[in-house]
């Protein structure tokens, strides 16, 4: 798993990239299940083991990501000026 500086866990950016026709009914059973039915669908998710061990069972149909962290917001204060 891959942390950001600030210990927050990176999502994952996976993408469909191939058919499942011809392959395994195991491995279109997981493009299913991570919600991935058509070429060029995207989907995020947590990086965790459980993740990437559906993601190494279809590695040939999927490319994935790991998507920089957010930056967390700042607010600007008012400055008096007068």
Do not use: C, W
Not at 2 to 13: D, W
Not at 41 to 62: K, W
């Amino acid at each position: 798993m891959s942390k950001s500086k600030t210990g927050e866990e990176r999502p994952l950016k996976v993408r469909q990239v191939r058919s499942g026709i011809g392959y395994n009914k195991n491995q279109k059973a997981t493009l299913r299940a991570l919600g991935l039915a058509k070429i060029g669908r995207v989907r995020r998710f947590p990086d965790n083991p459980q993740m990437r061990a559906m993601i190494a069972t279809i590695p040939h149909l999927v490319v994935v990501e790991e998507e920089p962290a957010k930056k967390p917001k700042t607010t600007r204060r008012k400055t008096s000026s007068e």
